[in-house]
């Protein structure tokens, strides 16, 4: 029998009710420990799946702890396919936290992050991309990340990898009957036909290997940095995009207050604004981080949206910042352009040869929505259907399928250069695993613990 975990999984803080979850094999019987009824002389009479009525009373003093609603679930239709209660109690945290302590002290004991998950996976409710959706669910900057994140849970991610192995299989299948019953001939297969299937499962690794970039985006955000001399209307910039749009402020744990990451939804791009304290104390990133590490931001960017003052001569400060952006993809954007300019446009053009520049005067609120347009112009620009597409989100998948891919590659040069099957047939192999790891088939108890704890405690 699985020991009991138990965990507070609704956030922390004031709020109507939060939720404290048990799975394992004495949950139902931890919850008629602590769980007093106002009829019930056990939970099981309240039938499974029914919300009842009552109190947590700690077993040792009779104290009333919180007044609650319970519900306990039988295996196997469960979240983990275990034995489940959950307990609604009042939200904030003391009465989450007492009750969990009860919990704690008759039997359970604390879920690590992502326990509950885990389970579902091990007892075989989930596939581990499917696991992995339920972590980027949670996460979600904006509807269409959520979307994504919920195809995947679904499964069409699973079915396709699963589709491209069982492509595999029967190639491996082929091959195998080649070699045991060489003079057969039925089952027998040409090296023309085993490269032909070969550079259609190349192909399929490829499409999806191709929406990873997009996909790390939508999980992940559109790593922004805005650039600009002070006064130049960065936080102008920042206010006039954050009043227009749904704005998600997150503080990354384990990092100073310093650096808070904004995201911004430009209409399902999730933009992620990092330093936006930075910028909001009109500080200049330059000055404050240096130019060297201003260069690091810039390259580690998705986007660059560079600011110049029309109103004032070119500074050291701007041609910093010329030099900074090089040849990175950036938006140029001339503001205070209801001021008179004192500059030639075409002098920064010929500096900047090739960039988007747009004209602004972000006071009056010009070119906002022209600048929103050219991040969406950036982002779709290989059109990408959010609602059908499977789209790769994880790094981890990503690694996968790009080890899949090699396997192929040098499976098919195998072909060509008419090795032997059983050699064509290592490097089938290794794809077929390759990919088997997406979904979690044969993957390490290392690799499994360092997917979970990424998850918060109590999912
Ligand atoms: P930051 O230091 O780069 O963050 O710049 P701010 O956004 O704080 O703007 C500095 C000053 O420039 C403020 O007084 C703004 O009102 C002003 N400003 C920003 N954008 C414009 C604009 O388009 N036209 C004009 N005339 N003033 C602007």
Redesign the pocket.
């Known amino acids: 029998m699985s020991d009991s975990i138990a965990a507070i999984s609704t956030s922390m803080g004031e709020a109507g009710i939060g939720i404290v979850r048990i799975s394992g094999g004495n949950s139902i019987e931890i919850g008629n420990l602590i769980f007093k009824g106002k009829k019930l002389k056990t939970l099981r009479e309240s039938g499974n799946r029914r919300l009842t009525y009552g109190h947590i009373v700690d077993p040792d003093d009779g104290e009333v702890v919180d007044e609650v609603l319970i519900a306990f679930m039988e295996k196997p239709y469960t979240y983990t396919r275990e034995d489940m209660v959950e307990i609604y109690c009042h939200g904030g945290i003391i009465p989450v936290r007492r009750v969990l302590g009860l919990i704690l002290d008759n039997g359970a004991r604390l879920a690590e992050p992502g326990e509950f998950t885990k389970r579902a996976f091990l007892n075989g409710r989930l596939d581990l991309s499917q696991a992995e959706a339920v972590i980027d669910i949670i996460r979600a900057k904006t509807d269409k990340s959520s979307k994504v994140s919920l195809n995947q849970l679904e499964g069409n991610l699973s079915r396709e990898i699963r589709r491209i192995r069982d492509d595999i299989l029967k190639m491996m299948a082929h091959i195998e009957a080649s070699i045991d019953f060489p003079d057969e001939g039925i089952e027998g297969i040409t090296h023309e036909e085993l490269e032909a299937s070969s550079r259609i499962i190349l192909e399929d690794i490829k499409r999806l290997l191709d929406t990873s970039d997009r996909g790390r985006i939508l999980r992940d955000g559109l790593n922004t940095v ?1 650039l ?12 006039a995009i954050l009043r227009e749009n749904r704005a998600i402020v997150t503080d990354i744990p384990g990092t100073t207050r310093d650096i808070i990451e904004e995201y911004v939804d430009i209409d399902g791009i999730p933009l992620k604004i990092v330093d936006t304290a930075g ?2 104390e ?3 990133i330059i000055e404050r981080i240096g130019v060297d590490r201003a260069k690091d931001r810039v390259d580690e960017a998705d986007l660059i949206i560079a ?1 110049f ?1 029309v ?1 004032q001569d070119l500074a050291e400060e701007d041609y910093n910042i010329i030099d900074i952006i090089g040849d990175r993809e950036s938006i140029v954007l001339l ?5 008179p300019s004192r500059w030639d446009r075409e002098d920064l053009s010929r500096r900047l040869p090739g960039y988007r520049m747009i004209d ?5 609120g ?2 906002v929505y022209e600048l929103e347009q050219a991040i969406k112009d950036m982002f779709h620009a290989g059109e990408l259907k959010v609602e059908s597409d499977i789209i790769i989100t994880n790094m981890r998948h990503k690694d996968q399928l790009n080890k899949a891919y090699r396997d192929m590659e040098s499976c098919i040069d195998g072909i060509i250069s008419n090795m032997p099957l059983d050699c064509i047939e290592v490097d089938l192999k290794n794809c077929w695993e390759n990919l088997g790891k997406i979904s979690g088939d044969a993957i390490g108890e290392d690799v499994l613990d360092r997917i979970f704890s990424e998850f918060c405690i109590g999912k």
């Open positions: 805005i600009g001399k002070p006064n130049v209307g960065k936080s102008s910039l920042l206010n910028i909001r009109t500080e200049d600011i003052d109103s503001n205070k352009s209801d001021l602004t005067s972000i006071i009056e010009e070119g």
